[in-house]
């Protein structure tokens, strides 16, 4: 796909999120790793609703400003990602409600933010870890991301919002939705005592779709239709 097709593709999908609640005003972006190591940003104080293509930020594999308008401050929280996930091509960060919601509840486990609740949160999202508040453009959440050494694709900012890597911008957007969509769910079964999915079932899908997830000692994660 050329770099043409490949910043139209980036404003799509981020239409598409902004038109659906999923990222309100300017909150949120994206970034799309090209073959030869540099990426594509959104700019900073940008809507996804309202994206130019000829002004996203093209960045090297340092994170350096080669061409575009000035990328997003979340620079940091992108270069950690792709450090440490060897497989991923784009990120997607959102501030989707249910998701940011999830994050302010005392209960929820840094390793797990959420329980196997439907086949396709694991096969999608894998299993999502939650790191502490840092900031907007802190580069002390690279060092926490960095901590995660890979091990997940979904990441819950505390009080911020989802960030998901995946090998493609549409299988990270899927995921990005998937991970909200669960979110939701577990916030309206909240404290009713829901059925989850069993270890057994979680191993089955595991071994089924060839799942990596951390809880089971897995490393890089899968894209699943």
Excluded at 25 to 54: H, K, M, Q, Y
Excluded at 58 to 77: C, M, N, Q, V, Y
Excluded at 126 to 142: H, I, K, M, Q
Excluded at 152 to 168: I, K, Q
Aim: hydrophobic letters at 35%; one cysteine or more; charged letters at 25%.
């Amino acid at each position: 796909m050329s770099e043409a097709r490949q910043r139209e593709e980036i404003c799509r999908y981020g239409r598409s999120l902004f038109e659906r609640g999923l990222t309100p005003g300017s909150s949120g972006n994206i970034s799309l790793r090209l073959d030869d190591g540099s990426w594509l940003v959104t700019p900073t104080n940008a809507s996804l609703g309202f994206l130019d293509p000829a002004r996203i930020s093209r960045l090297d594999g340092a994170g350096r400003l080669l061409s575009g308008d000035k990328p997003t401050k979340e620079i940091p929280l992108h270069t950690a990602l792709y450090e440490t996930r060897g497989s991923a091509r784009a990120i997607v960060h959102l501030h989707s409600t249910h998701a940011v919601a999830l994050t302010m509840l005392p209960e929820v486990d840094p390793r797990a933010a959420l329980p196997p609740m439907t086949p396709y949160y694991l096969m999608r999202a894998g299993e999502t870890a939650l790191v502490p508040y840092y900031r907007p453009g802190d580069p002390a959440v690279a060092d926490a991301i960095r901590g995660l050494a890979g091990k997940y694709s979904s990441v819950l900012l505390a009080n911020h919002g989802p960030v998901v890597a995946g090998d493609s911008l549409e299988a990270a957007v899927f995921a990005t939705e998937e991970l909200e969509e669960t979110a939701k769910l577990y916030l309206l079964l909240r404290n009713l005592n829901p059925r989850y999915l069993s270890p057994e079932q979680v191993d089955d899908l595991a071994k089924t779709f060839g799942l990596d997830l951390p809880s089971r000692g897995g490393h890089e994660g899968h894209d699943h239709d």
